[in-house]
């Protein structure tokens, strides 16, 4: 299972960026993908997930401003993120989960400014 993040960077406030998560290695389309953020000297948070049919849900902090989606025909996962504010800077992460296993991405830079 490999789970490689792209499309961060510095972005200003109220800006917007789109993360992409390109999967292999597994039936991507079978499970379960989220989004994880880790901001400095603070806890990993999930912000946002998507299961196999498409259902989302999101963490009240990100609720209306960022929106989750996949492709499962090119095994990648997007999170859109707008109006973005300070609050959201962080190495953004995806995952999934397999049985006991979890899976992550090696994580990409957000920071606003």
């Known amino acids: 299972v490999q789970l490689v993040e792209s499309g961060g960077g510095s972005v200003q406030v109220g800006g917007s960026l789109t993360l992409s998560c390109t999967a292999s290695g597994y039936a991507y389309s079978r499970y379960c993908m989220g989004w994880f953020r880790q901001a400095p000297g603070k806890a990993r948070e999930g912000i946002a997930i998507i299961d196999s049919g498409g259902s989302t849900a999101y963490a009240d902090s990100v609720k209306g401003r960022f929106t989750i989606s996949r492709d499962n025909a090119k095994n990648t996962l997007y999170l859109q993120m707008n109006s973005l504010k300070t609050e959201d800077t962080a190495v953004y992460y995806c995952?999934?989960?397999?049985?006991?296993?979890?899976?992550w991405g090696q994580g990409t830079q957000v920071t606003v400014s």
């Open positions: 995952a999934t989960q397999m049985g006991p296993h979890n899976y």
